[in-house]
């Protein structure tokens, strides 16, 4: 879970080598078809909403004679794939971005709660949670856990669906030509209906099950989750307007990737239902406000900073699903709201979805009257602060997106979804014959983040678990991990007990440095909203990359970089420091040249200072005090030599000594 309350420990973790002993082979989807269900999905009933629990997809992708996902894994593989010598791909697509395709989309059965089907891949995994929204009354049991723990968010969940419904829509060659359509469908299916079952009626979503004050104080298998488990709703008395509004958009985003793509009208026409009951709620229940307001226990992870651009969000995708264009000025004067003051060109996370509204508008109002060149005019402000970052953001020195106040929890995820954003905004321009130069420029971009993401980076780290030696061994993962103590976390056990294949962990710090430790959350959590801008790269990855991932010439064992403080390595310091002494010196000597001629004035006169001083000490010692009479004959009795003359100065002259005088005659017997 974010924003955990944890310490990292900062102990360098060892590195264990993760190759497979046999090449992957993709595996082949016979059908761009998935498979039915086992039960049928609920038909589409105008609202009110009722009640529904679907069972998920319980057929089996029809496995291939090559090696495939649908066979059960080992519990921890190993891989031996030989270093290359370049990146030139053998094949197209490239088998291991088909991998990474088929692994990114692993990672979510990983992450399921509930009652787990009998097709599950990740069997380490067990049934759990089956209680879930018994205390108030409903089945909330299934769905997804957020992250490295056991809570269930709506808000991460919604985002995480409908970049993934987009990329799918957008991307669908790539999972077309990876074989991976059917898990496409059961991982977006799982988290729908749950989603379904959220939302019972027109006035109710239920948000958030457990607490995080409970859940972080046990780190341990899913057969041990503690309680107790409450679960939290908004509603038309006590609302989360950026809650329903960003539901609303999962549910149009994907009733689109059911309807287009997935040949399932009638889901998708039960997840439109949905999407119109939702952002009719957070459009007219009152007063509208951000949900921790009325879900306080929210605000340990997910607060949301303000609720216009979920608006606009929803709107967005209403408009994507409908064309109606009651939608598109609805999204418009969300958007203007935002921008009363300057156009916002915020980075892309699951609470700012400002940027991924201009772009989405961009592409849904081409070739209408719906103000398609105000809206490109935005998604192409946006790309250009995304791709020059611009402040507060900026490149690492290994090439990073990296943006302040966003970047610190999950920096690998902040430039996984700029790069997505410009992908998408790449093709909706090329479709439509935009510039040249800008997509080429937007693709650079892009591209060279995925690169960064999969190793070309100065960790040699690619940053996804279990597709290289180098990849993070020690993610954040309760249930992964084999541990039994939040005491213990970083200790025990010394070696993950299970990969958490495909999982995109948090990523490096802004000195591109990774430590790769289990209780570092910011650097190590696995989370669904992580994964989800990385779903659609890797399909737009397959359909296009003619070259394989930079790890595919990365030999094992990471470079031993040198230590960093203040955002420098220690040696630059030291060199800093050492060039600051001699710069020192050499000011100096130059001021003192300059001044020659001041510093020997004032060198004579402290030194006359002290000869005068010297006298009068020492006339004092011989007895007395000093007077015109003695003071002469004092002196010329001392051996001491007078002051050399001032330069440009004539030496003293000292008057003659006064001749001696007789003995002094009382006037009574001077001689008449």
């Known amino acids: 879970m974010k924003l955990l309350s944890r310490s990292p420990l900062w102990a360098a973790g060892a590195l264990v080598a993760l190759l497979s002993t046999t090449p992957y082979t993709a595996a082949q989807d016979p059908s761009p078809s998935p498979s039915p269900p086992s039960q049928p999905s609920p038909p589409a009933v105008p609202p009110p909403v009722a009640a529904t629990t679907v069972a998920p997809p319980s057929s089996s992708p029809t496995p291939s004679t090559s090696q495939s996902w649908s066979q059960p894994l080992p519990i921890n593989p190993t891989f031996s794939d030989p270093l290359r010598e370049n990146l030139?791909?053998?094949?197209?697509?490239?088998?291991?971005?088909?991998?990474?395709?088929?692994?990114?989309?692993?990672?979510?059965?990983?992450?399921?709660?509930?009652?787990?089907?009998?097709?599950?891949?990740?069997?380490?995994?067990?049934?759990?949670?089956?209680?879930?929204?018994k205390d108030s009354g409903i089945d909330l049991s299934g769905g997804y856990y957020d992250a490295g723990d056991y809570l269930k968010f709506i808000f991460p969940l919604t985002f995480a669906m409908t970049q993934t419904c987009w990329g799918g829509v957008e991307f669908w060659d790539g999972y077309q030509l990876a074989g991976q359509t059917t898990y496409l469908d059961q991982m977006v299916r799982w988290g729908m209906d749950w989603l379904i079952k959220a939302h019972p009626n027109n006035n109710t979503l239920w948000v958030q099950v457990g607490l995080g004050d409970v859940d972080?104080?046990?780190?341990?298998?899913?057969?041990?989750?503690?309680?107790?488990r409450p679960s939290f709703q908004v509603n038309t008395t006590s609302p989360g307007t950026d809650v329903t509004a960003d539901a609303a958009a999962a549910f149009a985003a994907c009733s689109i990737l059911y309807r287009d793509k997935l040949n399932d009208a009638t889901y998708a026409s039960t997840l439109q239902t949905h999407a119109d009951s939702l952002f009719q709620m957070s459009e007219t229940a009152l007063p509208q406000q951000v949900y921790q307001v009325a879900v306080p226990a929210a605000s340990c992870c997910y607060a949301s900073s303000g609720f216009t651009d979920e608006l606009a969000w929803g709107a967005a995708w209403m408009y994507k699903l409908t064309k109606n264009s009651v939608y598109a000025q609805k999204a418009l004067k969300y958007i203007n709201s935002l921008n009363a003051q300057s156009v916002q060109t915020n980075p892309v996370t699951w609470d700012d979805k400002t940027g991924l509204v201009y772009v989405l508008m961009a592409g849904a109002t081409?070739?209408?009257?719906?103000?398609?060149?105000?809206?490109?005019?935005l998604a192409e402000q946006f790309a250009t602060f995304t791709h020059t970052a611009a402040k507060p953001c900026m490149l690492t020195k290994g090439g990073l997106y990296?943006?302040?106040?966003?970047?610190?929890?999950?920096?690998?995820?902040?430039?996984?979804?700029?790069?997505?954003?410009?992908?998408?905004?790449?093709?909706?321009?090329?479709?439509?014959?935009?510039?040249?130069?800008?997509?080429?420029?937007?693709?650079t971009f892009a591209n060279g983040q995925i690169d960064y993401l999969l190793g070309n980076n100065p960790e040699k780290t690619p940053y996804v678990v279990g597709v290289h030696s180098n990849s993070p061994i020690n993610p954040h993962s309760a249930p992964a991990s084999g541990g039994n103590s939040a005491d213990t976390l970083d200790t025990f056990p010394e070696k993950e007990a299970y990969t958490i294949y495909g999982a995109l962990v948090g990523g490096p710090d802004k000195n591109d440095r990774f430590l790769d430790i289990r209780s570092d959350w910011r650097q190590n959590e696995v989370a669904l909203d992580y994964n989800a801008p990385f779903n659609g790269l890797m399909a737009?990855?397959?359909?296009?990359?003619?070259?394989?991932?930079?790890?595919?010439?990365?030999?094992?064992?990471?470079?031993?970089?040198?230590?960093?403080?203040?955002?420098?390595?220690?040696?630059?310091?030291?060199?800093?420091?050492?060039?600051?002494?001699?710069?020192?010196?050499?000011?100096?000597?130059?001021?003192?040249?300059?001044?020659?001629?001041?510093?020997?004035?004032?060198?004579?006169?402290?030194?006359?200072?002290?000869?005068?001083?010297?006298?009068?000490?020492?006339?004092?010692?011989?007895?007395?005090?000093?007077?015109?009479?003695?003071?002469?004959?004092?002196?010329?009795?001392?051996?001491?030599?007078?002051?050399?003359?001032?330069?440009?100065?004539?030496?003293?002259?000292?008057?003659?000594?006064?001749?001696?005088?007789?003995?002094?005659?009382?006037?009574?017997?001077?001689?008449?």
């Open 88 to 133: 030139t791909s053998p094949s197209f697509p490239d088998p291991e971005y088909v991998r990474l395709l088929d692994y990114t989309l692993l990672f979510y059965e990983a992450q399921r709660s509930g009652k787990l089907p009998a097709n599950q891949r990740v069997q380490w995994r067990k049934d759990s949670a089956l209680d879930d929204g």
């Open 216 to 228: 972080n104080d046990y780190w341990g298998p899913d057969s041990g989750i503690p309680k107790p």
């Open 366 to 377: 081409a070739g209408t009257s719906d103000g398609n060149a105000q809206w490109q005019s």
């Open 402 to 443: 990296y943006c302040a106040g966003n970047s610190g929890d999950d920096s690998a995820v902040v430039a996984a979804s700029a790069a997505f954003s410009l992908h998408l905004l790449a093709n909706q321009m090329s479709t439509a014959g935009g510039d040249a130069t800008k997509i080429d420029a937007y693709r």
């Open 540 to 672: 737009y990855q397959v359909m296009t990359s003619k070259t394989s991932p930079a790890y595919a010439v990365i030999p094992p064992g990471r470079p031993d970089l040198p230590p960093i403080l203040n955002g420098m390595a220690v040696w630059q310091i030291i060199l800093i420091v050492i060039g600051s002494i001699f710069v020192t010196i050499a000011i100096g000597a130059v001021i003192c040249y300059r001044k020659r001629h001041q510093i020997r004035a004032w060198a004579a006169a402290r030194k006359m200072n002290k000869h005068n001083k010297v006298k009068t000490h020492t006339l004092k010692n011989l007895g007395g005090p000093v007077n015109r009479r003695n003071q002469d004959h004092i002196v010329s009795s001392l051996d001491i030599p007078p002051p050399p003359p001032m330069r440009g100065q004539q030496r003293p002259v000292l008057p003659a000594p006064l001749p001696p005088r007789e003995d002094l005659v009382l006037l009574e017997n001077a001689r008449r």
